[in-house]
């Protein structure tokens, strides 16, 4: 198994512009979760998906942020318009039941 | 009540030595605790995991014990090796289904050789 696939690992910005954060779940896994690390706040949860359908978006940080999982094997998160406060390392994980799988991460840059 | 309270920061152990990082949790649902570890550059990994029926659980190297009563755990790295330095993560959840994981802040474990 591939593990979580994330794309792209680096993206690079401006302020403004819009970015779309993409993940491939393991396959079989039924739940899906974003969550963002930066040094200050830490691993926080941003949304999370079960079978498809968004459980929890509680943690999105605004508007700017949206999130879609349109079927079992794709989800993406988009920000939209960037600011350098989103600059952080995004992760997606996946989970068949109560453990979660991390992938690498993509790493936002915003200028 | 979501928090989990995680100490030390850092932390440097000699080569061999015994590593030990605390968590304390407030949500007296959760009922699932992992530990994950995360390398530079990678995302968190799962290290290993107690539910609450047990006060300790050891796979090789790494033992949690759990205090349910003080809402307290902790990881003990036995013997630990330079290939252990990286940030570990305790954190917290209700088991079973999709369930939001909540984590410390994190603890930066350096073994010198």
């Known amino acids: 198994d591939a593990g979580v696939i994330q794309s792209p690992r680096h993206e690079v910005t401006e302020m403004g512009q819009e970015v779309t954060l993409r993940c491939k779940p393991i396959?079989?896994?039924?739940?899906l979760f974003w969550y963002r690390q930066t040094m200050m706040r830490g691993l926080e949860l941003l949304i999370y998906?079960?079978?498809?359908?968004?459980?929890?978006d509680s943690g999105m940080p605004e508007d700017r942020f949206s999130a879609k999982m349109p079927n079992a094997s794709f989800s993406t998160l988009k920000i939209q318009p960037s600011e350098p406060r989103d600059s952080a390392v995004y992760f997606c994980?996946?989970?068949?039941?109560?453990?979660?799988?991390f992938g690498p991460g993509t790493r936002l840059t915003v200028l | 009540q979501q928090q989990v309270k995680q100490s030390p920061q850092s932390l440097i152990v000699q080569k061999g030595g015994i590593s030990i990082i605390n968590c304390a949790y407030e949500?007296?649902?959760?009922?699932?605790f992992p530990w994950y570890q995360q390398f530079p550059g990678k995302g968190p990994a799962l290290l290993i995991a107690?539910?609450?029926?047990?006060s300790e659980k050891k796979e090789g190297r790494f033992t949690i014990s759990f205090n349910k009563s003080a809402k307290q755990f902790s990881l003990h790295i036995m013997d630990s090796q330079p290939g252990d330095s990286a940030t570990y993560f305790c954190?917290?959840?209700?088991?079973?289904?999709?369930?939001?994981?909540?984590f410390g802040q994190g603890t930066r474990l350096t073994i010198n050789p």
């Open positions: 994980a996946s989970s068949p039941g109560t453990s979660k799988f």
């Open positions: 396959s079989g896994h039924n739940s």
């Open positions: 998906f079960n079978n498809n359908v968004p459980i929890d």
């Open positions: 949500n007296t649902a959760f009922d699932y």
């Open positions: 107690i539910r609450p029926d047990v």
């Open positions: 954190a917290a959840s209700r088991y079973g289904g999709a369930q939001k994981l909540v």
